[in-house]
């Protein structure tokens, strides 16, 4: 199956407008970050009906399960290398408390790099991002030291990841940033006043994480039937204080995905998609279903007055 793609940035990589998220999938009960139970056999199957549907990216990262989104990503995509671009990250590490720490040292990225590659079981990277800032270690040795990987071939370019503008800039004198990779959905809209439009006049690619505000703004999303220990209990998308708010957004939507004989996951991804800065949304599966149905918001246009619904909605 053929999806429509765009050009990431000034890359030579054109991308589905969706792309297969692994956090959910990546995630163990010794992870902070836990989803609740997941099969791996199921989270392989999801990722290659993701690639029979025609998506053709993937991004993970080290950090997710620390290292099990990527041992999962590497198995699922055995024997079909050449169909999908692969996108991971550096320069999150274990902070020994179950916590993280940011290190963008050379010596980490080479070495990380290296481990990523044996987990995904591919000789390059198509995109290699910087997970979060690193307040400790200038941009411009790090990003020096990517841009040398990319001489090598084990990565094919760069990106940054839930960085600041200026941040962005300086390593764009080193050498070509390819993306940017940041939170966006309704609920969550700051980059719209700097990266965004920053990115674009920059033909620099965006990609969004959290498009589904992780589960929040999924039909039949239901707070209390999560695992007891799924870290989205403590979230702050599910505070009291912010369920008015959260309501209001999900009815909105679901208003407009019934006038379109559509669920309400596909209006969140084509109101993502309507801006004019993002390339693709990243979309978290965890079964063949959700894989099957990630590309149906990707040709809904909404209309002037649905956009100002929905505008209103998240004021």
Same mark, same amino acid.
């Given at each position: 199956?053929?999806?429509?793609?765009?050009?990431?940035?000034?890359?030579?990589?054109?991308?589905?407008?969706?792309?297969?998220?692994?956090?959910?999938?990546?995630?163990?009960?010794?992870?902070?970050?836990?989803?609740?139970?997941?099969?791996?056999?199921?989270?392989?199957?999801?990722?290659?009906?993701?690639?029979?549907?025609?998506?053709?990216?993937?991004?993970?990262?080290?950090?997710?399960?620390?290292?099990?989104?990527?041992?999962?990503?590497?198995?699922?995509?055995?024997?079909?290398?050449?169909?999908?671009?692969?996108?991971?990250?550096?320069?999150?590490?274990?902070?020994?408390?179950?916590?993280?720490?940011?290190?963008?040292?050379?010596?980490?990225?080479?070495?990380?790099?290296?481990?990523?590659?044996?987990?995904?079981?591919?000789?390059?990277?198509?995109?290699?991002?910087?997970?979060?800032?690193?307040?400790?270690?200038?941009?411009?040795?790090?990003?020096?030291?990517?841009?040398?990987?990319?001489?090598?071939?084990?990565?094919?370019?760069?990106? *940054? #990841?839930? $960085?600041?503008?200026? @941040?962005?800039?300086?390593?764009?004198?080193? %050498?070509?940033?390819?993306? =940017?990779?940041?939170?966006?959905?309704?609920?969550?809209?700051?980059?719209?006043?700097?990266?965004?439009?920053?990115? *674009? #006049?920059? $033909?620099?690619?965006? @990609?969004?994480?959290?498009?589904?505000?992780? %589960?929040?703004?999924?039909? =039949?999303?239901?707070?209390?039937?999560?695992?007891?220990?799924?870290?989205?209990?403590?979230?702050?998308?599910?505070?009291?204080?912010? $369920?008015?708010?959260?309501?209001?957004?999900?009815?909105?939507?679901?208003?407009?995905?019934?006038?379109?004989?559509?669920?309400?996951?596909?209006?969140?991804?084509?109101?993502?998609?309507?801006?004019?800065?993002?390339?693709?949304?990243?979309?978290?599966?965890?079964?063949?279903?959700?894989?099957?149905?990630?590309?149906?918001?990707?040709?809904?246009?909404?209309?002037?007055?649905?956009?100002?619904?929905?505008?209103?909605?998240?004021?």
């Amino acid at each position: 199956m053929t999806l429509e793609t765009r050009r990431l940035g000034k890359s030579d990589l054109k991308i589905t407008k969706v792309g297969v998220g692994t956090a959910p999938i990546g995630s163990t009960p010794e992870w902070r970050v836990w989803w609740g139970p997941q099969d791996e056999k199921s989270a392989i199957g999801a990722i290659q009906t993701a690639l029979d549907e025609g998506v053709n990216w993937i991004d993970t990262a080290p950090f997710y399960g620390w290292g099990k989104a990527e041992e999962i990503v590497g198995k699922a995509i055995k024997g079909r290398r050449d169909d999908v671009y692969v996108f991971t990250k550096c320069g999150t590490l274990p902070d020994g408390k179950g916590g993280s720490i940011e290190n963008h040292k050379p010596e980490t990225i080479k070495r990380e790099v290296e481990t990523s590659l044996k987990r995904l079981q591919t000789d390059h990277i198509d995109l290699l991002q910087f997970h979060d800032m690193d307040a400790t270690t200038p941009i411009e040795e790090s990003w020096k030291t990517l841009q040398d990987l990319i001489r090598q071939g084990k990565v094919r370019n760069g990106g *940054l #990841s839930n $960085h600041t503008v200026d @941040l962005i800039e300086r390593a764009e004198r080193i %050498g070509p940033v390819t993306a =940017n990779q940041v939170q966006y959905n309704p609920l969550q809209r700051k980059i719209e006043k700097d990266i965004l439009p920053f990115s *674009l #006049s920059h $033909h620099i690619g965006v @990609l969004g994480w959290g498009s589904l505000a992780e %589960g929040f703004l999924a039909d =039949n999303f239901s707070l209390a039937s999560l695992d007891p220990k799924d870290f989205r209990r403590n979230h702050w998308y599910g505070q009291p204080e912010n $369920h008015a708010k959260l309501e209001r957004v999900r009815g909105a939507l679901s208003k407009i995905a019934r006038a379109h004989g559509k669920k309400m996951v596909d209006v969140v991804i084509a109101w993502e998609l309507m801006h004019p800065a993002l390339t693709g949304a990243i979309i978290g599966i965890r079964s063949e279903k959700e894989a099957r149905e990630m590309k149906d918001g990707t040709e809904l246009i909404l209309s002037r007055d649905e956009m100002q619904e929905i505008e209103r909605a998240t004021a």
